[in-house]
């Protein structure tokens, strides 16, 4: 018995592997009760906010939903995943942004919002071209196919570097190289109290890769023409309300083929504004599923 390991060692679903949260994964409904499938429903392009308390289920629920567990359910068989589910889930763990550090050093809030979103879509798109090109290579989409792709991704951008890209990976090491020198220059701005301008400036409109990239996607590859992407975005409850407007902004503009999952604590849903000023309207604009109202509703669960 002293050989066995601690079941409870590991409690936090962040904490999982992607095999460990689909061995551990329970269905959630019960004597054909609604499945959590069937609430959130992924058919569907209404945003989702999935609230809760700790320890209700939110994080293994979204982590389950996204691209690697889809893999893993439908044994790396992409084309199943497309024909079966009809939806790439894209899983974003918002407390590894460290948020905490666009704020404050001396630079004015303006300043720090417009560097937050121009590095949040950063950070989104490194993870949806990483799955895009497993997904293309799965597709068997040809180099000729995949650089008109890139070249069209490439005219969101107002760069003249961009021209001589033709592969994902070009493009994804150049989104690197861009959040790189943002990381630098936010490490600094503590000793400098400025942000070097070169180094930082936006080169696209907000939202334009967030919408644009699945755009591009879905009008040139034929497999993917009625495929739905969910950004996941979990933890929400660890950004600035500021922050969260943002996030809120995001769901108020988005565009097919694009929908959002959001994952967040009860207590953290402190706002519904985006930046117009205006607030979203539940029913029209999203949908709250709170799990916690729904467990208890259902005592066999």
């Known amino acids: 018995m002293t050989d066995l390991d601690n079941p409870f060692s590991v409690t936090k679903a962040t904490e999982f592997t992607d095999i460990e949260i689909f061995n551990y994964w329970v269905e959630f409904g019960y004597n054909n009760q609604d499945t959590i499938f069937s609430i959130l429903n992924p058919t569907e392009y209404l945003p989702k906010y999935l609230t809760g308390g700790k320890g209700c289920g939110k994080t293994h629920i979204l982590k389950y939903s996204s691209y690697p567990l889809q893999k893993i359910r439908k044994n790396n068989n992409i084309e ?9 889930g894209l899983y974003y763990e918002l407390h590894g942004l460290n948020t905490s550090r666009f704020k404050g050093k001396g630079l004015p809030d303006d300043q720090w919002n417009s560097i937050f979103e121009y590095y949040f879509e950063l950070y989104v798109c490194g993870n949806l071209l990483k799955t895009l090109k497993d997904v293309l290579i799965s597709l068997k989409v040809t180099s000729a196919e995949e650089e008109n792709i890139i ?124 930046k117009s000023g205006e607030s979203l309207r539940e029913g029209s604009e999203f949908q709250t599923v709170n799990l916690d109202s729904i467990i208890r509703k259902n005592e066999n669960l």
């Open 80 to 88: 199943r995943i497309l024909k079966d589910e009809k939806y790439i």
């Open 151 to 274: 070249k069209k991704i490439c005219k969101l951008f107002s760069s003249e570097k961009l021209t001589s890209f033709s592969t994902i990976d070009d493009l994804t090491d150049y989104i690197n190289e861009l959040r790189s020198k943002i990381d630098v220059q936010i490490n600094n701005v503590a000793f400098t109290r400025k942000l070097d301008y070169e180094e930082v400036k936006t080169l696209f409109s907000p939202g334009e890769l967030i919408f644009g990239i699945p755009e591009i996607i879905s009008t040139n590859v034929n497999q993917l023409k009625n495929v739905k992407l969910i950004y996941i975005f979990d933890e929400i409850e660890k950004l600035f309300e500021w922050q969260k407007i943002f996030i809120n902004t995001l769901v108020w503009d988005k565009r097919k083929p694009v929908t959002f999952w959001i994952g967040l604590r009860t207590h953290g849903f402190t706002t519904r504004l985006t």
